[in-house]
């Protein structure tokens, strides 16, 4: 692509950009200093400051360089001692605006106009202070909106709508008594607000502040931050975390990272803020029936012992491990090394490997019928994406910073957004045009499409078949009774789909047992209605499901072994099932590894506890197969890493003989 | 690209509280006259405005739903014109003219007289619905400043005490 230059003029130095830039990105790329305070990158130019002001040869006002375009010739000023005073006047005007009183801000130190005060060298305001009565909200657990400190940026609207798509925040009133506001002038704590303070990062001043880190440190602790990959789910944000000792302070999004480009969620912002606590949990080992504290080394020798006595007198075999797709690929090799490589256990799976199980399957019987195969976009090629089909789930709660690009695609009318789900999720209320299928009715609504796809000649018959699995046709005419679903709502979205300037973007929730056994054909339906190959996000349970495919985690098939012993290593993980409970009724010998779980208290043998997230470092593969290096925060000696924890139980069971 | 319109109904109408049926008929018909267009959206709320008053808030609500617009932009428009409220008026309406000619001639303390006897401020309504008072811009009456308009009648060269004389004979 060759883009038409433009030559104009900066403090008389000529320089050349591409047409279309503004003056302002201009001057960042060249290297001038501008000063900004409404402007922000990722968002839409407003122009509200004028703090970016520049004089601009032959316009008879000055320009604001965020939102004013460079032509052709233009001479363009950047620091007169005219702008450097007037900016100053701007500065000074919005202290006296409102009420600042910078000792007692949780973000001095950290505010944009603070420091745009230092720097312009403002010792005193000339203007009379209006000290206005003006609310502040504290109605929301996290996030803090104290107007007090409000310069009417934006900034915060423009990320909620722009961005997370929530269109919680607006502006209300007018001019200087204008004022920001949740839905109907709502507290923001009990308004549509998703909690992902996304709004509260990209506020310039303590008008919106966290409230968890707010007045706790001195401002200073909050600079060095540890740049790291946010363990919650398969999405993989990058984030910046702050730390002092053994504690979180704060998580901010990463502007940089190329994934989330900045936006988090409320579970990376706020809750894993919660799940820190340096255990002082000790490893535990049964010894005639009752539970012990015990050493590391003692703990991981007693493990060792156990499955070298079952694996002498059962075989090998008989031993095998259990392990939850929330570890790092570095941990998932030890582990497999240990079970199937050192010991010679017969059996290693993933909880909810059925997941990646079921879209391989699909993968693969795509192949064999000589389509496309599938792709999965990264949220940037999503945001080129025209039509939105969400299935099952509700990403905006699973896999937020994912589910945002569906929001901001709806709420901006950017692309036409289908949620197929029985229930009104957070996605279906914002889009609109959400079919409601009866629980348990996917099947019918995707036979139905695939008639009328087959119908309007848009598919063959062949293909049709392969899809629908059954010849006898569905009335349509009934649809709706049956399924709950009007017929001409399927039509509008099959021939969207359909047609040839489409781009569309599958979200399949493949947590769903239901939604599931559905893909292979959900997947052909998808492949068949686009051009090139169908882009299809498979949303998965736990942050490192294909780091566990990696490391050979994930067996081939289900079938799990009758084994005598096993090791469960499951941290950060809750959701075991009866049935699966059952399986390990045979074992003689269980070592369990992560949260104390109740249900398997009875059958464990030896408990090693993990250590959080924030001390755990190694690589996650995100959905779309980005394998990503998560640094550690934090450092103990205390305890090990999962890592180490299986380096440790290797070396402990190739001891073990000659003790 | 002419996918129906769901009918909502039965999420909005469940809070429309003391919204008839057939009113939300006509603001649904209003909408509908200019194909849910976001901005047609000035139209839509004065029309029910018109209709109810003022707006409330499940009427607010209920015109996001159908016309897709989130509500913090429908409050930011309702709340940018001052002509739109989202409380009910009361039963009488006094409008102070504080032109520059009414405002010499001490259009500003009948507004404080009547803050400190009927308990609000221009723009607000008394809670017994009685009373609202507003306040206009030069309403062409300065050769008979202050002038104030009592439901819709211009009474003129007033006093705070005459304002509220008249205001206490209605009922
Ligand atoms: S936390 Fe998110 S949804 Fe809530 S107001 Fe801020 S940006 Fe909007
Ligand atoms: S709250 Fe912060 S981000 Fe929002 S308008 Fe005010 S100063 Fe700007
Ligand atoms: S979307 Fe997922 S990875 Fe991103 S911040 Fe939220 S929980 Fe973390
Ligand atoms: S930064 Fe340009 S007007 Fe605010
Ligand atoms: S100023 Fe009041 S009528 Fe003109």
Known sequence: ?659 | MSIPVQASQAVATSSMGAISPEVLEEIERVMAAYHYRPDALIQVLHRTQSLLGYLPKEALAYIGERMKLPLSHIYGVVTFYHFFSTVPKGRHECVVCMGTACYVKGAERIVDRLEQHLGIKPGQTTPDLRYTVQVARCIGACSLAPAVIIDGKVHSQMTPAAVLRELRRLK
């Open chain 1, 1 to 659: 692509m060759s883009l038409e230059m433009v030559t104009l003029t900066i403090n008389d130095e000529e320089v050349r950009a591409p047409r279309g830039s503004t003056i302002l990105e201009v001057c960042r790329q060249k290297g001038i200093e501008l000063p900004t305070l409404c402007h922000f990158d990722c968002l839409t130019p407003v122009g509200a400051c004028r703090l970016c002001t520049v004089e601009v040869e032959g316009s008879r006002r000055n320009m604001s360089a965020c939102t004013t375009p460079i032509a052709e010739g233009m001479k363009v000023r950047t620091n007169t001692p005219a702008l450097r005073e007037e900016r100053r006047q701007i500065l000074e005007m919005l202290f006296a605006e409102r009420n600042h009183f910078c000792p007692v801000c949780p973000m001095s130190g950290q505010c944009e106009l603070q420091a745009l005060a230092y720097q312009h060298e403002i010792a005193s305001v000339r203007y009379h202070y209006a000290f206005p009565k003006v609310p502040v909200d504290m109605s929301h657990p996290d996030i803090g909106l104290d107007q007090n400190r409000c310069i009417l940026c934006t900034r915060c609207v423009r990320v909620c709508s722009e961005l997370v798509g929530a269109q919680t925040l607006g502006v209300v009133h007018r001019g200087m008594h204008s004022l920001i506001a949740a839905d109907l002038g709502v507290p923001l704590g009990e308004s549509s607000c998703l909690s992902d303070g996304n709004c509260m990062q990209i506020c310039p001043t303590g008008s919106l502040f966290d409230k968890r880190s707010a007045y706790r440190v001195r401002p200073e602790a909050l600079r060095n931050a540890k740049p790291t990959i946010c363990p919650e789910c398969s999405v993989g944000c990058g984030f910046l975390v702050h730390s002092a000792g053994h504690i979180l302070l704060r998580i901010d999004g990463d502007f940089d990272h190329p994934v989330n480009r900045g936006l988090l969620c409320k579970k990376g912002r706020f809750d894993l803020l919660d799940r820190n606590t340096l255990p002082n949990r000790v490893p535990q080992v049964r010894r005639n029936g009752r539970w012990e504290e015990a050493s590391w080394e003692e703990a991981v020798a007693e493990a060792a012992r156990g499955v070298r006595r079952v694996a002498e007198r059962y075989g090998p075999e008989a031993f095998g491990a259990w392990v939850a797709p929330t570890m790092t690929t570095e941990a998932f090799r030890q582990l497999h090394h240990f079970v199937r490589e050192v010991v010679g256990g017969s059996f290693v799976d993933t909880l909810r490997g059925e997941e990646w199980r079921s879209w391989r399957r699909s993968l693969e019987r795509l192949e064999a019928m000589g389509l496309p195969v599938p792709r999965i976009p990264t949220i940037p090629e999503i945001d080129t994406a025209t039509v939105h089909v969400i299935v099952g789930g509700d990403p905006v709660i699973s896999h937020p910073v994912l589910g945002m690009a569906s929001l901001r695609a709806a709420a901006n009318r950017k692309a036409t957004v289908f949620v197929i789900h029985p229930d009104r999720t957070t996605l279906a209320r914002a889009t609109g045009e959400s079919l409601f299928p009866y629980d348990g009715e996917e099947r019918t609504l995707l036979r139905a499409a695939v008639q009328i796809a087959l119908r309007a000649g848009k598919m063959t018959e062949e293909l049709a078949e392969a899809i629908d699995g059954v010849t006898e046709k569905l009335d349509l005419e009934t649809l709706e009774d049956t399924v709950g679903v009007p017929v001409e709502q399927v039509i509008g979205m099959v021939n969207l789909l359909f047609a040839p300037e489409t781009q569309a973007v599958w979200f399949l929730n493949l947590t769903d047992d239901h939604i599931r056994s559905l893909l292979p054909d959900l997947m052909l339906f998808a492949a068949v209605a686009s051009e090139g190959p169908a882009w299809i996000v498979p949303l998965t349970s736990g942050n490192n499901l294909l780091g566990a495919v990696e490391a050979g985690c994930v067996a081939d098939s289900m079938a799990a072994p009758r084994l005598r012993a096993a090791l469960l290593s499951l941290p950060e993980w809750r959701g075991i099932t009866p049935q699966w409970l059952e399986g390990l009724r045979e074992t003689e010998f269980l070592v369990l590894h992560g949260e104390d779980l109740p249900a398997l208290r009875n059958l464990a043998d030896v408990w090693l506890p993990a250590l959080p997230w924030a001390y755990q470092g190694g690589t996650r593969t995100n959905y779309s197969g980005r394998a990503q290096y998560a640094a550690p925060i934090l450092f103990t000696e205390k305890a090990w890493t999962d890592e180490e924890i299986f380096r440790r139980l290797e070396a402990a069971y190739l001891a073990e003989p000659d003790r």
